[in-house]
């Protein structure tokens, strides 16, 4: 494998920090402390200013406006994106887009992939199941009536579905398939209830009550699901790669600044080893990140599936990002219990990616299955 970015992936990173770097964490106290959710909708401005840029379109075929590029593209700018902590749906929208390029027919491509990479579709993806710790494909099923399918079901904590036009559901069918179902937000059968993340963003409870759905948005491929799965896994550890490396940086400029006995407390040993710890797991982090990018985005075969590698990474993202942000509240002191220090907003989104990628032991059980079913030797 080769981690040297090609052109086209440092001119999406560099376009990207243009974009970002006027973004910064609001400084709205937990939403423990707030009534509702922060804001109603995301950041349409900075959406548009995306989309001006080119940055909706990375994942998508010349042939619809797009760049053309990949996975590790798409990496490389949620990373930048999650330093700010940028309240936009880049991720989902970017791979519900890739998916329909993938195993979408030509008429739905038609109908969306342009208009999406102009910033004009916003799409989200049903990805959390009924209650978060099962599988999404099992929490809704999906039975044929003539041309179209029914969809029944509850998927839990979907984001920006209140304000998505479209939302990607993964459905079980009788014969024990998944398959991939573009569903309006306002669709017939469609019930939307309102929950609101540990980040104090709003998340919906898509209901689907035999919501009919044609056959022309419906992608019935092998593998859809699992390759849709593995693309929001890997972005999401980008995201977490972007927020720990903002967090670290804020902590090392504190403990540069911050005086005890005379001393910047960074010349401390006892500081000094707990930030080289930390530097360590950043490094892990970035190392499994590029690695289940790079198989995602050339398909590379391996001595295991590409879903080891994303398992590693998710182990990396999960624990890491949580030592970083817990080490730098220890480090600034009274600063990182403070609600309205924009420390305190860093700490609320990366739990809840911590939460989005599930504990680091459920991934060391499914990597353990994993190097069962395919030994090394």
């Known amino acids: 494998m080769d981690f040297t970015f090609t052109e086209e992936q440092q001119a999406a990173a560099e376009a990207a920090r243009g974009v970002f770097a006027g973004v910064a964490p609001d400084t709205v106290p937990s939403p423990s402390l707030v009534a509702g959710a922060v804001a109603e909708d995301f950041d349409r401005p900075l959406w548009d200013r995306l989309a001006e840029a080119d940055l909706l379109s990375l994942l998508l075929d010349a042939e619809y406006g797009g760049a053309g590029l990949d996975a590790i593209a798409l990496c490389l700018v949620l990373r930048e994106s999650a330093k700010g902590l940028a309240r936009v749906p880049l991720l989902e929208s970017a791979a519900a887009t890739a998916a329909v390029q993938a195993y979408g027919g030509p008429e739905l491509k038609a109908a969306l992939l342009e208009r999406a990479g102009?910033?004009?579709?916003?799409?989200?993806?049903?990805?959390?199941?009924?209650?978060?710790?099962?599988?999404?494909?099992?929490a809704v099923t999906a039975r044929q009536d003539g041309d179209d399918w029914l969809l029944d079901g509850v998927q839990t904590a979907v984001p920006w579905a209140h304000t998505a036009d479209l939302v990607l559901v993964p459905a079980r069918t009788a014969a024990?398939?998944?398959?991939?179902?573009?569903?309006?937000?306002?669709?017939?059968?469609?019930?939307l209830g309102e929950q609101i993340s540990t980040a104090?963003?709003?998340?919906?409870?898509?209901?689907?009550?035999?919501?009919r759905i044609a056959a022309r948005d419906v992608m019935d491929a092998d593998g859809a699901w699992e390759w849709l799965r593995e693309l929001l896994t890997t972005g999401t550890c980008a995201l977490a790669l972007g927020l720990a490396?903002?967090?670290?940086?804020?902590?090392?400029?504190?403990?540069?600044?911050?005086?005890?006995?005379?001393?910047?407390?960074?010349?401390?040993?006892?500081v000094a080893v707990q930030a080289a710890d930390r530097y360590i797991d950043l490094r892990a982090m970035e190392a499994t990140l590029w690695q289940a990018a790079w198989r995602i985005a050339s398909g590379a075969s391996g001595a295991l599936p590409a879903s080891g590698d994303v398992a590693v990474a998710k182990i990396w993202a999960s624990e890491g990002m949580r030592r970083i942000v817990q080490t730098a509240q220890h480090l600034h002191g009274g600063f990182g219990a403070d609600v309205e220090y924009p420390l305190h907003r860093y700490h609320a989104w990366a739990k809840h990616l911590e939460l989005s990628l599930g504990p680091a032991a459920a991934h060391e059980e499914a990597l353990g299955d994993l190097l069962a079913a395919h030994p090394l030797a």
């Open 200 to 211: 104090g963003e709003r998340l919906g409870e898509l209901r689907l009550e035999s919501a």
């Open 245 to 270: 490396e903002r967090v670290l940086e804020m902590t090392s400029d504190y403990a540069g600044k911050r005086e005890q006995f005379g001393h910047p407390i960074a010349t401390f040993q006892a």
């Open 176 to 191: 024990d398939r998944t398959l991939l179902a573009v569903v309006p937000r306002d669709h017939e059968g469609v019930v």
């Open 118 to 138: 102009r910033g004009e579709l916003v799409l989200t993806v049903a990805s959390n199941g009924r209650t978060g710790h099962d599988g999404a494909e099992l």
